[in-house]
């Protein structure tokens, strides 16, 4: 059996995206080329790759072994085409980078400093909240994650990079802005803009009302900060956001109010799995965060 490299990529590929046609775009190939392909494959090996149910293409038994084959494969060949350009004295490859939704007001930043020194290094960066994250880290889909709460139930190495205040927002105009050291019950009788579930912000939010009983009425759910800011500026509410998000909105159309217990002071942290072997890329990159932090390097990384 000499299944060639070639055909385990196309294989791969559309394993991965459950298409013949969708690994054609990625591979640039036609469509028919691929069934070709993975036919052949299949008739080396002997049984059935995919099959299909209805429109839905599915893997084997064979198919979906061969596939976790693959992965380990390329991840391999991967390493090392990195260790080689490592030893040509060049730093090139791809991160796999993941965040949680709080951290897109910094990471695509250093992201661009950290490009302009590495031209070789292609980033793919996934940004979604806590709960995915950590479903991500469970099926070790990425080199490393940059969150507030690693957690718990995970072996992993963690090393805190940067503060994340979290702070009550609403419109200026709103009869608490400028108040100074509201009493958190007070928040009981507001209206509430809450992020979804499954969000960190929510988690530490709802962890502080807790402990103090607080309990505020929910009047909106919403999975994006950027479209709870909005919310707040067009008088739906108040809300507990990263202070990061605000980007200095804080000072037109967004009130910081001075709340008791707030801010909560929340840490990201930069992760990865502890048996994770790190690639050259991905040591790079954590070297690069932890001293650019370290230094804080840029002024909107530390808050009072
Ligand atoms: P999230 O981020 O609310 O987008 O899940 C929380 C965090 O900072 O870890």
């Known amino acids: 059996m000499q299944p060639t490299l070639h055909q ?14 969708r690994a ?30 209805g429109k839905q293409l599915y893997l084997t038994e064979v198919g979906n072994r061969l596939f976790s084959t693959c992965q380990a494969i390329f991840e391999e060949l991967d390493q090392f085409e990195m260790i080689v350009s490592d030893l040509q004295g060049m730093t090139q490859g791809k991160l796999h980078l993941a965040t949680v939704t ?43 994650y940059i969150l507030s709460h690693p957690p718990q139930n995970l072996d992993l190495r963690v090393q805190p990079v940067i503060k994340n205040p979290l702070v009550v927002v609403a419109q200026p105009t709103h009869p608490l802005a400028g108040q100074k050291n509201i009493d958190i019950s007070v928040l009981n009788d507001e209206r509430f803009i809450m992020r979804e579930p499954g969000s960190g912000t929510r988690q530490a ?44 909105r804080e000072y037109t159309d967004l009130a910081i109010l001075d709340v008791e ?25 954590l070297d690069y965060l932890i001293s650019v ?12």
């Open 293 to 304: 932090t370290k230094q804080a390097q840029m002024p909107w990384m530390h808050f009072q």
């Open 261 to 285: 217990h707030f801010p909560i002071e929340q840490q990201w942290s930069v992760a990865y799995l502890s048996g994770k072997h790190l690639s050259v890329v991905a040591e790079t990159f």
């Open 8 to 21: 385990l990529k196309v294989f791969e590929t559309a394993a991965r995206h459950g298409s013949f046609t």
């Open 102 to 144: 709080t951290c897109k007001y910094f990471v695509p930043r250093l992201l661009g400093n950290f490009c302009d020194q590495y031209p070789g290094i292609d980033i793919s960066l996934k940004i979604t909240n806590h709960l995915q994250l950590e479903k991500r880290m469970m099926e070790n889909q990425d080199d490393l």
């Open 205 to 248: 939010v709802q962890a502080l009302f807790n402990q103090h009983k607080v309990q505020v009425e929910i009047k909106l759910e919403l999975g994006s900060n950027e479209a709870i800011k909005q919310a707040i500026a067009g008088g739906l509410g108040i809300s507990v956001l990263s202070r990061h998000s605000l980007n200095g």
């Open 24 to 53: 054609a775009e990625e591979l640039y190939l036609t469509q028919p080329t691929v069934s070709i392909q993975i036919k052949q494959l299949s008739k080396t090996i002997g049984f059935p790759l995919f099959e299909k149910l």
